[in-house]
């Protein structure tokens, strides 16, 4: 199940969805990807439920476990404390013996949300480029009729580019830009990361562990420059040998937290790039760091999806990784941006291993 929350994406721009159609065919956008047989909730905020907060999702289940996921969901979406919920199910479902199919899930969201007095203000069905209201009782929501989603770039699309926003055909191709590369690639990287751990290895009994520690944090931020937003030719890709030492340096806690700093800062975007990079081309274990501080930059930024492939990775090679682990219970809990960057902080300050 993923059910982990997004938020919409930060910045100065602000778009307005007026009606079902736009927000049913905002989905993809605020997701990272364009789900399928999915159940998704959004949160409504602000004044008069006004503005979106988080975005839920979880694979369509079984019946017999709908009840256990309409309460997960619920749960997840009421951290944002909202004044109402909108229910969108993405599904190639037939029409059943009720009319729109998935009614009996939606009904248990319903019921879960109700428990906390939080009403659905609406509930749709997207389905073959079309979106229908549960509720609406006009021909244009009837089973087989419908109402096309709207043509053209919308308002959010041009806001997600600017942005720099890429919306992935489907959750396996978000989780695609850190697959591990092919095994050619995958020994050449093995054997760069074995000469730099003999190297670091000399280097920590010739001159000292805080030498070497005050060395990887210098190749960190030589990286970092090299990441910046800028023309593809601006700076040459990292080189295996590069990339190992970050891996090795980042091994280092004192490093990664420091490295985990750079999420809140100026640097943020190169940061996150920087980590994908690392976390694409690292074997296992070495992927746990980069992977789990490339959740961090995901999360922050409001790409609740990327963040959970990125920790997926990191505890999947790294099963006791600490900051892996507490940060995968932060965000099941849908911790806000303030309190993550609290967490940030206090491992900074050596709080976590």
């Known amino acids: ?66 009840i256990a996921t309409a309460r997960q969901l619920a749960a997840k979406v009421l951290s944002d404390r909202p004044s109402g919920v909108v229910a969108v199910v993405v599904s190639e479902a037939p029409d059943g013996a009720d009319g729109l199919p998935h009614r009996g899930l939606l009904r248990d ?39 096309p989603l709207p043509g053209g770039v919308s308002e959010l699309e041009v806001a997600a580019v600017a942005s720099g926003v890429v ?30 751990a003999v190297a670091c290895a000399d280097g920590i009994v010739e ?32 080189t295996d040998r590069e990339v190992a030492r970050l891996l090795w340096g980042l091994r280092d806690r004192a490093v990664r937290d420091r490295a985990l700093e750079l999420a809140l800062g100026p640097d943020a975007v190169a940061a996150e790039q920087l980590w994908t990079v690392c976390t694409g081309r690292a074997p296992v274990p070495l992927d746990a760091a980069p992977a789990t501080l490339l959740a961090v930059s995901a999360w922050l930024r409001g790409d609740g999806a990327m963040a959970d492939v990125a920790l997926s990775r990191a505890l999947a090679g790294s099963p006791d ?29 050596g709080g976590a291993a």
């Open 207 to 238: 001159r000292g562990w805080d030498v070497v520690a005050e060395e990887s944090w210098t190749a960190v931020l030589g990286a970092l420059a090299r990441s910046r937003p800028g023309p593809p030719t601006a700076s040459a890709p990292l």
């Open 167 to 196: 919306v992935e055909r489907d959750r396996d191709a978000l989780a695609g830009r850190i697959a591990r590369p092919g095994a050619q690639a995958r020994q050449a990287m093995a054997e760069a990361c074995a000469q730099v």
């Open 1 to 66: 199940m993923d059910a982990r929350a997004a938020r919409p994406r930060s910045g100065p721009v602000a778009v307005r969805l007026s009606d079902p159609g736009e927000l049913a065919s905002a989905v993809p956008h605020l997701l990272g990807f364009r789900p399928a047989e999915s159940v998704v909730l959004l949160s409504l905020v602000g004044e008069r439920g006004s503005r979106l907060g988080l975005t839920v999702r979880a694979d369509i289940p079984p019946a017999e476990h709908g």
């Open 109 to 147: 969201v319903v019921v879960a949300l109700a428990g906390h007095a939080v009403p659905m203000a609406e509930a749709l069905l997207v389905r073959g480029g079309r979106w229908w209201s549960y509720d609406c009782p006009g021909r244009c929501c009837s089973p087989g009729a419908g109402t």
């Open 321 to 349: 990784y600490t900051l892996a682990r507490l940060l995968a219970q932060a965000l099941d809990a849908c911790v806000r941006p303030a309190e993550l960057r609290a967490l940030i902080r206090r491992a900074a300050a």
